[in-house]
């Protein structure tokens, strides 16, 4: 009986290894590849605390897999304790932030930071992120069922939002509330809202959400930054990250700067790290690194097209939106297109906090990939 047993396990552990999505794996192991590598380059030009920082990184980078491989490996029905416990500690520590007596407002412009034991500083609203989605994918699946009405499941998700998000922009970290706020309209729009609302409300934030904005919430350096975008050359010290690392995109050519002059742009290693991949890998390197990042998130959405639960493809949609608003927004601000933001590249940016939550929001989305795999 016992040799049945283990014959047994070993043949579902087998199966469950055969059911990892490696399409999903390969680009996320390359990207961190890629991102160690650049890192390498940038930080032995002149950091102080290389190599400690890029042993960090690394160590971050193994954590982050050890997470995603427990998250991928767990049964499906436990995301729904997962989620409450993400949601739970998200917001926990994001009411310690301004408590902590530590800010790093001087340096970033924000007080989004806490400096726990053995990982550092560590930001909340990173995980807050994947909580936020997890949690609002059971209420939209429960309106589906009609087991909430609309206006019920409509109030139960602004409670959820509500605390987290007073709270980020309390820090200020507009930001990480545009990335939030993209992936909620995004499983808005799956859930099956309808365009003209989406137009309607697109039109009222244009007309009233924008002033507000402008007037009321936003800082002198950031109006700066979004004038210097529309009007090029009206400011040139508000320009002068945008100016240097489009100098380092360009000095890159196609294969990458082996000069060993360097063009100088401020946080290099974390905002600007795709100017830094342009100049150490050329054209070439970072058109591998865009068709990395497409080909995943089209697989993301690949996977949430083929769930057997709403619930699931809500969870992929919304943790691949985020994913996408950041790969789109640090290359876009980084060539010109975007305004300047604190937005990290996934899996490429410095950063212990950034890449530990990424491997547990891809270990998530592996997980449902895997279960769904084993059930078709």
């Known amino acids: 009986m016992q040799i049945q047993k283990t014959g047994i396990e070993r043949s579902r552990n087998i199966t469950r290894f055969r059911s990892i999505d490696f399409y999903l794996v390969v680009p996320v192991i390359l990207l961190t590849i890629i991102g160690i590598y650049v890192l390498n380059k940038v930080l032995s030009e002149g950091y102080a605390a290389y190599p400690g920082n890029l042993y960090r990184q690394i160590a ?73 989605v997890m949690v609002v994918a059971d209420l939209f699946e429960r309106m589906n069922s009609k087991e909430f009405s609309m206006w019920k499941g409509l ?65 002198g350096y950031q109006k700066k930054r979004i004038l210097s975008l529309v009007f090029e050359g009206s400011d040139p010290k508000a320009e002068y990250n945008l100016v240097q690392s489009k100098l380092a995109i360009a000095s890159g050519g196609l294969a990458g700067n082996n000069t060993g002059v360097r063009v100088s742009v401020p946080v290099k290693e974390s905002d600007f790290i795709y100017s830094a991949v342009s100049e150490h890998l050329g054209f070439i390197g970072t058109t591998v ?38 790969f789109i927004e640090n290359m876009g601000m980084s060539v010109g297109l975007l305004p300047i933001t604190g937005i990290p590249l996934p899996f490429i940016s410095l950063g212990g906090t950034s890449l530990l939550v990424n491997y547990i929001s891809f270990g998530i989305i592996l997980n449902i990939s895997m279960n769904r795999q084993q059930e078709a």
């Open 60 to 132: 971050a980078a193994m954590l982050g897999i050890f997470c995603a491989l427990v998250i991928c490996f767990i049964d499906t029905q436990l995301l729904k304790v997962l989620r409450w416990i993400i949601y739970a500690s998200a917001m926990f520590l994001l009411l310690l932030v301004p408590l902590d007596n530590y800010s790093m407002m001087a340096e970033w412009g924000a007080d989004a930071w806490l400096n726990l034991p053995v990982l550092g500083n560590f930001q909340p609203s990173e995980l807050a992120k994947i909580g936020l």
């Open 155 to 219: 109030g139960l998700i602004a409670a959820v939002y509500a605390p987290p998000m007073l709270l980020i922009f309390k820090q200020p970290d507009f930001g990480t509330a545009m990335v939030i706020a993209f992936s909620f309209v995004c499983v808005l729009f799956v859930w099956g809202v309808k365009y003209r609302y989406f137009l309607l409300a697109a039109s009222l934030g244009i007309v009233a959400g924008i002033p507000l904005v402008w007037n009321f919430y936003l800082e």
């Open 289 to 326: 690194l865009l068709c990395l990042a497409f080909f995943f998130i089209c697989r993301c959405l690949y996977v949430a097209s083929k769930c057997n639960k709403a619930s699931y493809s809500y969870i992929i949609i919304g943790i691949a939106a985020a994913f996408a608003f950041h």
